[in-house]
DNA sequence: ACCTGAACACCGTTCAAGT
DNA sequence: ACCTGAACACCGTTCAAGT
């Protein structure tokens, strides 16, 4: 079978998920793929590039937010779609490395977080504070994707921890989230 | 001159201030120790051992907090202390790389970011929600950290970019700690 | 105690040459 | 058009042997 963009993608993301970042260098690719390395670059032009498709593919299967969300509703949809990346990144080993380097290269490369960014500015934050409310969501979700596992590499390391599981950082995470969205109007970024 | 792990950790610091990450190897420290790369490893267990070391370094020269604060000026301070950490790290490359793995790590590495969650809990957050909102912060000062400097290379790319400077990034950074303090009343995580 | 020399097992990327 | 073979310039880490 010949070799396809969106097959070397998929293969890059089903690395990630079974064996980290640290086990998906370009080489253990071609190897997986059967193919010499140079090939690789026939059908992507760098690593940082596949590195970015496997983010976006990551949260590709996410459900789309309804294109018309009455500003009522936004702030819900808001709490909601950030909830489901989160969980949508958990349970892949250094997804929130991979997502953080794809939205810090380019920020709309992320369907997903596109759409955050849409709902923020449809719950009534000026135009001028979206990018920073859209950032702060998104590093308290890829902050606490990354807490998690950490959190699991500790635990498996001391056998019966009282390390904090993963309910517990969901939790600290939900946390988090209404203190930004309470914070939204408190400080009259949103006027409502 | 003897190497020292204090003269290991500061050629590290040196070098990462000027070269960035990607030249921080510990061959290339060897070369600019003037020494063989396995004589690092007499001082420091590993490279992630001496990049949080280099993560403590960055943030050692900041002025501690004082010991005994009111909670009536707990959250000043805190917005302060966070301000002057993104403020030190802002021109350091890939700063918040660095000090976000030594932080998810082990918390307690950075001294400034202990202090940060001292600063927390006297401001009236009960002990279960301390590392949450701590985490949420030090997520936002290293985040707006990242983007800064991306918008400085973006801008270095293109001659006369109409990218965001460094002030508009300071700005959007200030517009995020405000809604986090704001937020922390009227979620009730603060009851005051 | 502290360092050298040399090795082991890897990287990302390029590119002439083949089919 | 798509891939191989082979090279270039690197990595982190270990460890016997030297001083």
Not at 23 to 36: F, H, I, W, Y
Not at 89 to 115: I, Q
Not at 153 to 179: I, K, N
């Amino acid at each position: 079978m010949a070799l396809t963009r969106d097959h070397v993608v998929a293969t890059a993301v089903e690395l990630l998920r079974r064996y980290g970042l640290a086990d998906l260098s370009m080489r253990r690719l071609a190897r997986e793929l059967e193919v010499q390395p140079g090939a690789i670059y026939w059908h992507v032009a760098s690593k940082q590039e596949l590195l970015v498709e496997v983010a976006a593919a990551l949260l590709a299967e996410l459900p789309g937010v309804r294109e018309e969300v009455p500003q009522s509703e936004a702030l819900a949809g808001l709490v909601e779609l950030a909830t489901a990346v989160r969980a949508a990144l958990a349970p892949v080993p250094d997804a929130a490395d991979v997502v953080g380097m794809a939205y810090a290269a380019e920020r709309g490369s992320v369907t997903a977080l596109r759409e955050l960014r849409g709902l923020v500015g449809r719950a009534g934050v000026p135009a001028d504070a979206c990018d920073a409310v859209t950032d702060l969501l998104v590093h308290h979700i890829l902050g606490s994707v990354a807490l998690e596992q950490n959190e699991r590499l500790a635990q498996a390391g001391d056998a019966g921890g009282a390390g904090r599981d993963g309910a517990e950082v969901a939790r600290s995470f939900a946390v988090g989230l209404e203190v930004i969205v309470r914070g939204l109007v408190a400080a009259r970024v949103i006027t409502s």
